[in-house]
Each structure stands twice: as structure tokens, then as C-alpha cells.
């Protein structure tokens, strides 16, 4: 949530700041503001809404080296140019951008307005500014005030701030919320996530919880409790780079498409033409665990019921717990060594942050499975796995998914070195490409269903997970209601919502159910909803909506979903929706 970028010494100050701010939007879009120095001045720029519009009011050149920049996802006061970041202190000695959210916000505010400081917002990042100012005006110490602010202040902080007009230096400090650092050529970046530097930058530095310092045009400080902190350098993939649309008209669109190749990429990764190639210690801690558990939130949760069940066929136990629940209640299993697994397209999801400092404190084996290098999950864990899927620009999250689960698919196949796993993996790519082929025929469905209040997804094993995941697509991007049921549910209640016209997609995929769930579907016909079928081959019978051709059962989510997919993106097409970027989300969701 919320983007930050900034930068010391750069000659390119305007288009860094605002292609950066372009390339963070996906994690907030309410607003965006800009703050440079320029002769001797801080010039703020603040627009309700996206960046294009802080290009507008930026249409001339900026004569300065040293800026911030922000993308909000507004969470302490409504999207309001009061609102927008940059903000400035009382005295006007800081001006920053922050992510995050600070819980003891109105305590401290009401102490400073005490003190006779005035606020202009709403937000708890104005509190910040004060507070660290209120510090100054006793110490006059920049990195001493940082310091003593962050003993003040409670939450999650990443931000990025000016002092005065000192054109030196950029100062931050980090807490919970994602920041690192870049290192350019006579010029030094910061940024909430690599994107926005991976052109400029050629080293990282990830910033740990609590450090604070500044970075010059040559220079890096950092320090922790007024200690200087010493600093690894890190790189990102190249992958990064590949952020343009390349002719579609929306990154989901794009990335539905980029499946295939993102399976294939897994199996290059992971598998070396005759054995796995996963860490043979992660191998052994799967091997002697007693339990698996799984923690995640939205798509990656419904990737990780998935994951249950390829762990459960190999004779594992395992658990799914959705980040945000286990946090407030923590359950370990008593008996014999239980493993977590992560599972966080961004690797920065907050909610799944605080599990695994829980589950780190109490000394279990983590694995975290994310599409990000770099990120606070894969650095934090004690294994793991990188998804390879390139990066995901879309808020509906797509191939990550996709490539979740076929992870999932080829850890647990590794386990037990069942190396034919793979060939079922390539084949499945056969009816991938089959899926994109017939999306004409998806559009066609979606064309009727544009216009309905509701919507509903049945199936039954793991075609009900599939039926979870498209259902939350359908919501997410089309703001249609809807729900996923296990088909034999349906009569348990949610048929009472089933009225004329009422749209209800099954999934058959598997031969033992399709019995069962068609009854399911004669139950929704005779209350006159409609029905929508995408089944497989052997399961097809007259009258079924999109049959794919036949495929391993346990890999049948991969395909059956890229239909949700595209249902959930040509119905939202249909309902000219920002199809990547949904109202009131955000793509890396780093606020608990
Ligand atoms: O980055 P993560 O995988 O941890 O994100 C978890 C959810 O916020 C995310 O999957 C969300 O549900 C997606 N926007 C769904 O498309």
C-alpha cells in the first residue's frame, strides 16, 4: 500500500520521480504528490487521484536534484488534497512521504496540539512530521530526533523526508513497511519496493525494522538505537525490467496469457532434466515434518488450500490459516516438528509479516513461496522459493497464482522424487494454451453475466478451491457480488439467494463428483438461475458451457481458473472498470 520513491543528486529529478511513482501505483492510486528543493525552496505538488494527473500539474521543468514522491492508498483521512503526501511539519523543517499506519496517532497528535502545534490533515503521517520536528526544536539533530520519534511512536512506518533546504541529504527510517535503498552512479535512490530504481540502481540495500539514516549523492548512513548499522548489498532480477504492457490493453490481460510461460519457467527453475533442484536441507525439513502449515491471505490462501491437498497426498498433515486470524490466535501443533509455509505473491504482505515474527520467535521452520527476490517474507524466512512469474502489475492477481500452485505441485512431487510429475506439468501447458484459444467464447459469457447484481461458483474438492479463487476475481474487479460454495452447500442456504436469471458457474473436473454436482445445477435450474458449466472432456455432457480437454485431476485448477480469469476480466471489460487497478484495493497489501 503506498508508494514511496526519492532521490539525492539526480539529474533526471522530474521523470525519476514520476516514472517511479507510474511504476509503484498498483499499491495505491487514491493520490500522489511530489516535494523537490528547488532554489533554496520546497515546491510541493499534490493531486487527488492518479499520477497522470501530478504529470499535468508538472508540465514544466524542475531545476533540482533532490525530491520525494508518494502514491496513497489512503488510510487515515479520505483522499483529500489536505490529505495527499508530501506533508510538512509545524516549523516546516520536515516535509516527508510515509506507508504505513501509526496506532497511537490521535494520542500523540492531542499531546502536540497541547504542545501548540497546529495540523492542516487528517493523516497520521502529518503526526509523524510533528513528532520528529517536535524533537528537532529540543535537539537539532536530524538522525537524534529520527531516533527518538521512532521510541514514540507505534505501527508501521516507511518514510522518506526532507530536512529544511538541505539539498545534501535524504533521510528515512523504516518500520515494518517495506523500504530499501538503491545505489546509482553519483546519485542514490530510495523506494518502497526495487521497481521504480531497477533501471538506475545497480545495488540494493534492504532496510531491517527500526534503522533510520540518510543517503547522499556517494553516501549511505544507517544506524539502529543511535548505533551506525553496517549493510549488505543485494541485487533484484533483471525481470523487473519487463514491465511494459507489450500491446495489450491491460496487464491482466497480459498476465492471464503469460501462464504457460511462467509454467514452463518453474520447471526450468526447479527441475534440471533428471532431478529437482530444490535445497536438498529444505527437502529433508518437508521430509521429517509432522505438519505442514500454511499461512496466507486472499489468492495465495486459496493457492495454499491447494497446496494442503498435494501435502495431504503424500501423506502430510497440513493446516491453512488465513495471516490475519492466526496472528490474533497462534496455534502450534503440540506434537512432533511443524513447518510453515508462507505463501505471498509480494512478499510483503503485513498480515503474513506478523505471523512469521510469531512463528520465528517460537523457532519453527519457515518456507516462504514469493514472486518477489528481495522482499521482507523471502528474506525472513528459512527457506525459500521464488515463483518466477516476472513481475505482477494487475491488482487481480493471475500467473502468481498459477504459479503458486504449480510449485506447490512440484515441492511435494520432489519430496517424494516423483520425477513423472514433470511430464504431467508440460502436457498441462497444452490445455493452458487451449484455455487462451477459447476465450472468445469466455467474452461471450461474461457479455451476458455484465449486468447482474450477483453471481455464485460451485464445485466440489478442489474444483470448490478453483470456485473460491474465481469467485474473488469476479468481486474484485467487476464489483459484482459473489460467493463460492461446495456444491452439496447449496441447499444449506445459499440457494435462498438464487432468484430468475441468478448466475452460478460450476466446475466439473473430476469424474467422482460430476454426478453430484450436476444435482447441484438441476437444484439451481428449477429456481430458474443460470447455469454456466466449464468442465473437462470425460465430464462433458450437451449443453456445458466451455469443456476443456481432459488433464491430470490434481493439475486441473491450473486451467480451470485462467476461465474465471478471463470471465472475471471481460465482465469487468464489459462494465468499463479500471480492470488493474479496482477501487479501494491495492496490489501489496502492507498495512495489517
Ligand atoms: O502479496 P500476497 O500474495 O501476500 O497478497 C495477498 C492478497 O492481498 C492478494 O492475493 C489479493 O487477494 C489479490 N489482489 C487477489 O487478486
Known amino acids: 500500500m503506498c508508494g514511496i520513491v526519492g532521490a539525492v543528486n539526480c539529474k533526471n529529478l522530474k521523470s525519476f520521480l514520476l516514472k517511479g511513482l507510474k511504476s509503484l501505483d498498483y499499491r495505491g492510486y487514491d493520490s500522489a504528490g511530489v516535494a523537490y528543493i528547488e532554489n533554496d525552496v520546497i515546491n510541493m505538488h499534490r493531486v487527488v487521484g492518479r499520477v497522470e494527473l501530478l504529470e499535468n500539474e508538472l508540465s514544466g521543468p524542475i531545476n533540482s536534484r533532490i525530491g520525494i514522491g508518494h502514491t496513497r492508498w489512503a488510510t487515515h483521512g479520505e483522499p483529500l488534497i489536505k490529505n495527499c503526501h508530501p506533508q510538512k511539519s509545524f516549523h516546516e523543517t520536515f516535509t516527508l512521504v510515509h506507508n504505513g499506519v501509526i496506532e497511537n496517532y490521535l494520542e500523540l497528535k492531542r499531546d502536540l496540539i497541547k504542545k501548540g502545534y497546529a495540523f492542516t490533515s487528517d493523516t497520521d503521517t502529518e503526526v509523524i512530521a510533528n513528532v520528529i520536528d517536535k524533537e528537532y526544536e529540543n535537539t ?3 538522525l537524534l530526533s529520527i531516533n527518538n520519534a521512532l521510541k514514540i511512536i507505534d505501527g508501521s512506518l516507511a518514510i522518506a523526508m526532507i530536512f529544511k533546504n538541505d539539498k545534501e541529504h535524504l533521510y528515512f527510517a523504516k518500520r515494518k513497511s517495506p523500504l530499501l535503498i538503491g545505489i546509482g552512479t553519483d546519485t542514490n535512490y530510495l523506494a518502497s519496493d526495487a521497481l521504480p530504481m531497477i533501471k538506475v540502481a545497480h545495488k540494493f540495500i534492504d532496510l531491517s525494522d527500526d534503522q533510520y ?12 538505537d543511535q548505533k551506525e548499522c553496517a549493510y549488505k548489498y543485494t541485487t533484484r532480477n533483471a525481470e523487473l525490467l519487463n514491465i511494459d504492457l507489450n500491446g495489450y490493453p491491460h496487464y491482466m490481460l497480459k498476465e492471464i496469457e503469460e501462464i504457460p510461460a511462467c509454467m514452463s519457467r518453474l520447471i526450468d527453475n526447479y527441475y534440471d532434466g533428471k532431478e529437482f ?23 495465495s490462501y486459496h493457492a495454499s488450500l491447494i497446496g494442503k491437498y498435494y501435502f495431504e497426498k503424500i501423506n502430510k498433515r497440513a493446516n491453512v490459516y488465513i495471516a490475519s486470524e492466526w496472528a490474533y490466535f497462534p496455534k502450534f501443533e503440540s506434537k512432533g516438528k511443524e513447518v510453515f509455509v508462507m505463501v505471498s505473491q509480494s512478499g510483503e504482505t503485513a498480515d503474513v509479516i506478523s505471523c512469521m515474527k510469531l ?11 514469493t514472486n518477489t527476490k528481495g522482499s521482507t517474507l523471502e528474506r525472513d524466512a528459512t527457506y525459500s522459493c521464488l515463483l518466477y512469474a516476472g513481475v505482477e502489475i494487475a491488482v487481480a492477481s493471475t500467473k502468481a497464482y498459477n504459479a503458486q500452485v504449480a510449485l506447490l505441485y512440484l515441492l511435494t512431487n520432489a519430496i517424494v522424487e516423483n520425477t513423472s510429475s514433470i511430464g504431467l506439468l508440460k502436457n498441462n501447458n497444452i490445455v493452458l494454451k487451449q484455455v487462451i484459444s477459447m476465450k472468445k467464447d469466455i467474452k461471450k459469457i461474461a457479455n451476458k453475466i455484465k449486468d447482474s447484481s450477483h453471481a455464485f461458483f460451485l464445485g466440489r474438492g478442489l474444483d470448490y478451491y478453483v470456485a473460491l479463487e474465481g469467485s474473488l476475481k469476479l468481486k474484485e474487479i467487476t464489483y459484482i457480488h459473489s460467493e463460492a460454495f461446495p456444491g452439496g452447500e447449496l441447499k444449506h442456504g445459499p440457494l435462498a439467494l438464487v432468484e430468475k436469471g441468478t448466475p452460478v458457474f460450476g466446475f466439473i473436473t473430476n469424474k467422482c463428483i ?10 439451481v435450474k428449477a429456481r430458474k438461475g443460470t447455469v454456466y458449466s466449464f468442465v473437462t472432456k470425460e465430464n462433458a455432457k450437451k449443453g456445458d458451457d466451455i469443456v476443456i480437454d481432459d488433464l491430470d485431476v490434481d493439475l486441473a485448477p491450473l486451467a480451470i481458473v485462467m476461465i474465471a480469469q478471463y470471465l472475471a476480466y471481460y465482465t469487468a471489460l464489459a462494465r468499463n472498470n479500471d480492470i488493474d487497478k479496482p477501487r479501494n484495493l491495492a496490489k501489496s497489501v502492507t498495512v495489517e
Open 359 to 369: 512463528i520465528k520467535k517460537h523457532g519453527n521452520d519457515t518456507l516462504t513461496i
Open 213 to 224: 539514516g540518510y543517503i547522499s549523492k556517494d553516501d549511505v548512513k544507517i544506524f539502529k
Open 514 to 523: 460430476e454426478a453430484a454436482i450436476r444435482g447441484n445445477f438441476s437444484e
Open 140 to 142: 537539532h539533530d536530524v
Open 277 to 299: 533442484k530444490f535445497s536438498k536441507e529444505m527437502l529433508k525439513a518437508f521430509k521429517d515434518a509432522d505438519t505442514i502449515s500454511f499461512i496466507a491471505c486472499g489468492t
